[in-house]
């Protein structure tokens, strides 16, 4: 059984955007027809406008389209996870969703999950949550090498050519070898791993990468994975 993880860099429905390309991606790694989706909105604290324009896409592709709020009444979170095909979780402060997670044994019944061959997928937060190591803005004023949920081996950035600090701060550990290289994702991208192992950069916009960022000879090396254009 294939496990299959696919971590988007900034895009997708949360932008507003028109061609949902990456979600029907997503979406066609289930063998379901009409797979059942269930959209984790927790980094953002349940925003309301994020959870409509979450079904105002995905009510209008092949699947049943479900969330989980933990601000308001929450529901039974294991009969609802163990039962999806795909998990999509959002964007926001990485650092207070691992927290509530944890708190709520969501942590520990994603991995279940993921152990029985649900998809996990998800933008910035929902991007970087699956590794060791994510980077995050999620607190203070500068960027943060933040403990995840170890389901991928190693450190992950998003946002990659997106915001100015990314770069020069994946550089920086690199350099001050606080990490051994990086999987950086530009907006517009998303790296499809299966069974933990890297697969495909996903472009869903014209030429977005994403990079190993590693250091050779104490220089910095940005080498592009294979890529699907959709």
Known sequence: MEKHIVSIGGGGFGRNSLSNLIEKYILNLSAK??????FLPTATG???SYIVRFYSVFNRLNCKPSH???FKRTTN???SIMDQDVVFVGGGNTKSMLAIWNDWGMSDLLKDAYNEGVIMSGVSAGAICWFT???TDSWDNELRILNCLDFISGTCCP???EEPSRIPFVKKILLEQKVNNCISI???SAMHFINGKPFKNVSFKNNKNTY???LDDNKIVEKPFEKIQL
């Open 212 to 214: 190993n960022v590693f």
């Open 133 to 135: 190591n994510g980077i």
């Open 77 to 79: 979170i294991k009969k």
């Open 46 to 48: 349940d925003n309301d």
């Open 33 to 38: 027809t009409n797979p059942k989706i269930c």
């Open 186 to 188: 530009e907006g517009g």
């Open 68 to 70: 989980i709020e933990f």
């Open 159 to 161: 946002h990659y050519d």
